[in-house]
């Protein structure tokens, strides 16, 4: 039995890897600080005896003995990670160097989630991992951005100054249930503006794109490039080609809860990515991976997740 050790395991990423790793057998450690994460992700977990959770802060050191790390700890969205931009730093940098030198000392496998916004605002269309990105170093996302970046680094600098077997996987915008509802991500903001018949909020003329990948597709590429050789380190783009100006969602979103919700439209937040769609020939090469779930069938169980949520909330939806 492996014994895996999830940072951000309370998350929304991370309690779906939690749910695949206790279903084929592994011994798993659930590590987070309840930023963003929530015991309720887990809850149905606690009582599984192959399943530990752990309140604890990565940016403090941790001893624990595993023999991989998944490395997710790291709030995601723009509202949370702008709340406190010094601790999202903190969290991605000191989180890592704590991470990685855990790794060293147990000599366990790490894999970091690092993120496609490690491109930026990016000139080249799809990204291939290949291209170093443009990132604004003093923006409001560069805490995120260049907090990730700086991860990256320490990672390869682990592996070639201490032969650490290293795995990063870049993910590429991802949706599905156990989304925080208040994380002000497109997706969540759309579904629960449309289900509770408010204005739908298009940032800008609604004509950026992003590509979306449904969360079972994102969790299947993470375990299989953790499963790859050794001397494969990524970095991996996971995501979803398909790709979609966020009117295109909006008008999606609307048909599939048949919401009479409005579309209004409000000034674009500050270096907002125009477009950003992934090139992923090279996980299809490595992990024999691509997406198999359709945006809409998707976006159809986030509503149906959304709808159980709010209702929780003691909110109506009108649709
Ligand atoms: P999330 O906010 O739901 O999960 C992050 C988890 O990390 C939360 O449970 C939070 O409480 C925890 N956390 C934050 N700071 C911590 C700290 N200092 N110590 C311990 N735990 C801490 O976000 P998510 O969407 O599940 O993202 C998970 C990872 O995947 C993140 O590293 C994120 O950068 C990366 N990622 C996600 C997406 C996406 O579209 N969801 C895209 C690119 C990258
Ligand atoms: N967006 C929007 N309305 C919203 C929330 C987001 O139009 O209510 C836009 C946002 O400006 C961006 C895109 O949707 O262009 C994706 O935003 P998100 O925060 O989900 O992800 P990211 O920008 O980090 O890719």
Redesign the pocket.
């Known amino acids: 039995m492996n014994r895996i050790l999830v940072?951000?395991?309370?998350?929304?990423?991370?309690s779906h890897l939690c749910d695949r790793l206790i279903a084929r057998g592994d011994d798993v450690l659930c590590?987070?600080?309840?930023?963003?994460?929530?015991k309720r992700?887990v809850a149905h977990l606690l009582s599984h005896p192959h399943f530990e959770l752990m309140r604890?802060?990565?940016?403090f050191p941790l001893y624990v003995e595993l023999d991989r790390i998944f490395?997710?700890?790291?709030?995601?969205?723009p509202v949370?990670y702008q709340f406190d931009p010094v601790?999202t730093t903190?969290?991605s940098v000191h989180?890592a160097i704590n991470m990685l030198g855990l790794a060293k000392r147990v000599r366990a496998r790490i894999l970091q989630?690092?993120?496609?916004?490690v491109y930026g605002d990016p000139e080249v269309h799809p990204q291939p991992e290949e291209y170093w990105g443009k990132v604004n170093p003093i923006g409001i996302r560069s805490c995120?951005d260049e907090g990730?970046r700086c991860a990256e680094t320490l990672f390869f600098d682990y592996h070639r100054q201490h032969r650490l077997e290293i795995k990063v996987v870049?993910?590429?915008?991802?949706?599905g249930p156990?989304?925080?509802p208040n994380?002000g991500?497109v997706v969540s903001n759309f579904i629960v503006q449309a289900l509770k018949g408010e204005d739908i909020t298009i940032y800008g003329d609604g004509q950026q794109s992003r590509s979306f990948?449904y969360v079972d597709d994102l969790i299947e590429a993470m375990l299989r490039m953790m499963d790859t050789p050794a001397e494969f380190t990524g970095p991996v783009n996971i995501g979803n080609p398909g790709e979609f100006t966020m009117l295109e969602l909006a008008e999606t979103v609307l048909r599939l809860t048949q919401s009479r919700s409005k579309l209004v439209y409000q000034p674009l937040p500050q270096d907002d990515p125009r477009q950003r769609k992934p090139d992923i020939a090279l996980a299809k090469e490595k992990l024999g991976w691509e997406p198999r779930v359709a945006l809409e069938d998707g976006l159809k169980e986030t509503i149906a997740y959304f709808k159980k949520t709010i209702g929780d909330a003691g909110f109506t939806a009108r649709s």
Not at 71 to 77: F, H, K, R, T
Request: aromatic share 12%; charged share 15%.
């Open positions: 940072t951000g395991g309370a998350g929304f990423l991370g590590v987070d600080n309840f930023f963003t994460g929530s992700n604890h802060d990565v940016t490395n997710l700890a790291c709030p995601a969205s949370h601790q903190k969290t989180g989630a690092s993120t496609s916004e995120y990730k870049r993910i590429f915008n991802t949706y156990r989304m925080h994380d991500r990948c």
